[in-house]
């Protein structure tokens, strides 16, 4: 039983819609210990009602931003999160704050180009979880801090 229905998700083909738009600035700064930090107000909307089927729990959704470093390749900040408990609740528009804070461990972050993505997991009642992501370009910090 548990493999049927693991093995029925793979026929869904699923759609899902994000956006990101970042409305506010509303600090930029240098921390007394060097890291850059940012706040920021965000509108997120998205449409994951396609990610549910009959074998879906709940989905877990994050945005986070994602950067390049000298140091690393990949520099990922979640900035918020939630848990999606039904497909009734999986059509959102979210006006808010960064829920964590997106610091820089050093001084990275002026006129830095980034991506906000949208990355979910799925978890099913059987079987195994899925992940994936809708990656959002065109983002840069401001140069000077504020």
Not at 29 to 58: C, H, P, R, Y
Not at 116 to 137: E, Q, R
């Amino acid at each position: 039983m548990c493999f049927a229905a693991s093995f029925s998700d793979h026929f869904n083909s699923p759609s899902p819609t994000a956006s990101v738009k970042i409305l506010n600035i509303n600090w930029f700064q240098k921390e007394a210990n060097g890291n850059d930090e940012v706040s920021m107000t965000l509108n997120i909307s998205a449409d994951l009602s396609s990610l549910f089927t009959w074998n879906t729990k709940q989905v877990f959704v994050f945005v986070a931003a994602e950067y390049e470093t000298p140091q690393n390749a990949l520099n990922q900040v979640s900035l918020w999160d939630g848990i999606i408990p039904s497909k009734e609740h999986a059509k959102f528009l979210i006006h808010t704050t960064n829920k964590y804070r997106f610091i820089d461990q050093g001084s990275n972050l002026k006129g830095k180009d980034f991506n906000l993505t949208m990355h979910w997991h799925i978890m099913p009642k059987t079987g195994k979880m899925f992940a994936d992501k809708i990656v959002m370009t065109g983002y840069r910090l401001p140069e000077q801090y504020r």
